[in-house]
């Protein structure tokens, strides 16, 4: 009919299956792949960002053809064969495959037994282990929030008190001024008594000699009537002898 090959899918050719059989018996596999994972219970795209993680991590560089692979596999049965998952991506991950493939599986069996069911409802499980980073993440960024705003808090009122300070100093050197300024008015008041006083004593020194020449003539003018008193006396006491002397010759 033609030269042509009528072409068969690699799940419907029994060589490959022959193949893969003969790989399993040679590979080992983690004892998790015992347990059977529903797909439909569980929530596959949380766990993208996990994926991209450990391909990056084994790759030294992020390859988003082997991450939608890995999402793939997944993605492709309802409770696909993890060890045909872990043959499909050795050729990429080589010895990393089983490690990896390990670590996937018992975050696909927490999942799946995180799934729960509300009134008929399936509500797609989440694996613990990202469900605990999620809440230690959302710690840390809790925390880094907290400590942010206790800086900003202390920032504040270090700067508070800085305009406090600065508050206080204006305050202060107010205060000093008006010191320096009631000084200077008591010193000009006290200057200017001062130089009254000068004066008062300068005006007293230059009527001294008067003075004293005044206190002179009343002194003179006291021992003049001292003297007229004592002459007056001295002649009373005269005539009182003459009259005695009289009355006796009578």
């Not at 983690?30 to 991590?57: G, I, S, Y």
């Not at 989440?126 to 400590?147: A, V, W």
């Not at 705003?149 to 202390?154: C, D, G, M």
Request: aromatic share 4%; charged share 50%.
């Amino acid at each position: 009919m033609g030269d042509g090959f009528r072409g068969v899918s690699a799940d419907r050719d029994g060589r490959f299956k022959t193949a893969e059989r003969k790989l399993m018996a040679k590979m080992k596999f983690p004892p998790e792949f015992v347990t059977k994972v529903d797909m439909r219970r569980v929530h596959l795209d949380v766990l993208r960002p996990w994926v991209a993680k450990k391909v990056t991590q084994y790759l030294s560089f992020e390859d988003d053809i082997i991450i939608n692979m890995v999402m793939a596999e997944l993605e492709k049965e309802s409770e696909p064969d993890p060890r045909l998952i872990q043959i499909n991506l050795t050729g990429f991950l080589e010895r990393n495959t089983g490690a990896f493939m390990a670590e996937l599986w018992k975050l696909l069996i927490s999942a799946q037994e995180n799934c729960k069911e509300e009134k008929g409802k399936i509500i797609k499980g989440m694996p613990q282990q990202l469900l605990d980073e999620k809440q230690e993440e959302l710690k840390r960024i809790n925390s880094e929030l907290q400590d942010r705003a206790r800086k900003i808090q202390e920032d504040q009122d270090r700067m508070r008190s800085i305009q406090r300070d600065k508050e206080m100093e204006r305050e202060r050197a107010v205060e000093r001024e008006f010191e320096l300024q009631r000084e200077k008015e008591l010193r000009r008041r006290l200057e200017q008594e001062q130089e009254e006083l000068r004066k008062a004593d300068k005006e007293r020194g230059s009527d001294a000699p008067k003075e004293r020449e005044r206190e002179r003539d009343r002194d003179r003018g006291d021992r003049g009537e001292r003297d007229r008193d004592r002459d007056r006396d001295r002649g009373d006491r005269d005539r009182d002898r003459d009259r005695d002397r009289d009355r006796d010759r009578k």
